[in-house]
């Protein structure tokens, strides 16, 4: 299945996808960094920058505690994983420490500038909500200031046959997305399911 747009987009973007099946490989320094300099580059309310990763690369002291935090569903595939991130998002404004309405939307442009840039160097990036979000701020000793987004997996491609069968159906389809009917509106928005 191929994905269609209704309208032409780049292909970066309509065919990024959060796939699971990757490879156990190392990542280097030089091959994960350039996703992080791509999020840093995202636009965020008054330039403040409120998003924050923190990473575990595979075989540290670190990736246990990072791989502790998924659920079983997730652990399943990201055990293949080179690196596991954790998304924060800073809930204050630095000028004055006044509430960042919009810091979880800047960490989102963010993720998706990381995710984009990963995606055309050929890397498999997913993220996820599948694991502790408390037991993440307790382990990285986040202040209220701070709040857990998510977490992404990233890594090499790697074969289905690395995985458990239960991954591969959701490998060989693409998803599609709502139509834009169901999402964009004029003057009023409609209420649906």
Not at 34 to 55: K, T
Not at 87 to 105: G, I, W
Not at 140 to 146: A, C, G, R, T, V
Request: glycine share 6%.
């Amino acid at each position: 299945m191929e994905r269609k747009p209704n309208y032409e987009i780049d292909p970066l973007i309509l065919n990024r996808r959060s796939l699971r099946v990757m490879s156990s490989e190392p990542l280097e320094e030089n091959e994960f960094m350039p996703l992080f300099e791509a999020a840093r580059w995202a636009p965020s309310s008054f330039n403040g920058q409120h998003w924050r990763f923190i990473y575990a690369k595979k075989g540290t002291k670190h990736w246990d505690e990072f791989f502790n935090l998924l659920g079983e569903w997730n652990k399943g595939w990201c055990v293949n994983a080179a690196l596991l991130v954790i998304v924060v998002s800073k809930k204050t404004l630095d000028r004055n420490e006044n509430p960042a309405r919009t810091h979880s939307f800047d960490t989102g442009a963010a993720w998706e500038n990381l995710a984009l840039e990963g995606t055309r160097r050929g890397l498999i990036v997913h993220a996820m909500e599948g694991f502790d979000y408390e037991e993440a701020k307790k382990l990285l000793d986040l202040n209220d200031n701070y709040q857990v987004e998510a977490m992404i997996a990233i890594g090499k491609p790697g074969k289905k046959e690395g995985v458990d069968k239960q991954y591969h159906e959701m490998e060989d389809n693409p998803s599609e997305r709502r139509p834009l009917s169901e999402i964009v509106f004029e003057g009023r928005m409609k209420i649906l399911k």
